[in-house]
């Protein structure tokens, strides 16, 4: 079993940067396809992006691609998201999330492990 918590969130202005981390303990990251989920209110919580455990490969949703990064570092055990040219749109409490299959799953019902989630704020 794995424990995330996430950090980094933080209110800024449109145009603006912000980077999550998100440090794992209970077990190593290695083995686990890692995601950034989001939920803002009264929406439902959306997938963000992902990065598998073999290669590196990434994946992200159209909105933010060109904007976010999505990165880990399993000698540190921490998934990271480099959050540039941020949007009020991409207002949402966002989630780091694990689980042990082989590809990037995009919806949240297939992530076994989930930290408690941290703060974005973009104002216009």
């Known amino acids: 079993q794995v424990q995330l918590v996430e950090s980094g969130g933080g209110l800024v202005q449109a145009g603006g940067s912000l980077r999550l981390s998100c440090v794992a303990s209970g077990r190593a990251l290695s083995w686990y396809v890692l995601a950034w989920f989001r939920q803002a209110p009264g929406k439902e919580r959306e997938f963000v992006a992902g990065?598998?455990?073999?290669?590196?490969?990434?994946y992200y949703i159209d909105s933010v691609k060109g904007r976010f990064t999505i990165s880990r570092d399993n000698a540190e055990n921490t998934l990271y998201l480099q959050m540039n040219g941020l949007k009020p749109e991409d207002t949402a409490v966002y989630f780091c999330a694990a689980q042990k299959d082989i590809e990037i799953l995009k919806t949240a019902a297939e992530y076994t492990y989930w930290g408690q989630g941290t703060q974005v704020s973009v104002s216009s």
């Open positions: 990065i598998d455990r073999v290669r590196g490969s990434t």
